[in-house]
């Protein structure tokens, strides 16, 4: 059984950071496609960043720059920094495994965390 447990959420204010991380079992990260994907009230889910096998990385343009994603495979863990917060990224984030296609589309991945809120205030 595949189980994802995501921490780090919160509050915070615009311009400041937030490290998410996400702790897989039941599967080994550094062979997989870790992703992130995010969720606004009445959006629909989008892509965020994902990092797979060969440690190549992947990250929507409204993040580019500002985000980082990282595994450390001895923890199975993976993380998400993000930096420079803005408003926008105010969501419920989800880390994700299972990648059978391409990286961008939630519907691509079969395993997912519970989700994290950010609260990113102005």
């Known amino acids: 059984q595949v189980q994802l447990v995501e921490f780090g959420g919160g509050l915070v204010q615009a311009g400041g950071s937030l490290r998410l991380s996400c702790t897989a079992s039941?599967?080994?990260?550094?062979?997989?496609?870790m992703g992130w994907f995010r969720q606004a009230p009445g959006k629909e889910r989008e892509f965020v960043a994902a990092i797979i096998w060969s440690a190549t990385t992947y990250y929507a343009d409204s993040v580019k720059g500002r985000f980082t994603i990282s595994r450390d495979n001895a923890k199975n863990t993976g993380y998400l920094q993000m930096n420079s917060l803005k408003p926008e990224d105010t969501a419920t984030y989800y880390c994700?495994?299972?990648?059978?296609?391409?990286?961008?589309?939630?519907?691509?991945?079969?395993?997912w965390g519970q989700g994290t809120q950010v609260t990113v205030s102005s």
């Open positions: 994700t495994l299972g990648r059978s296609g391409s990286v961008y589309y939630a519907e691509n991945y079969n395993y």
């Open positions: 039941g599967r080994t990260v550094s062979s997989d496609t």
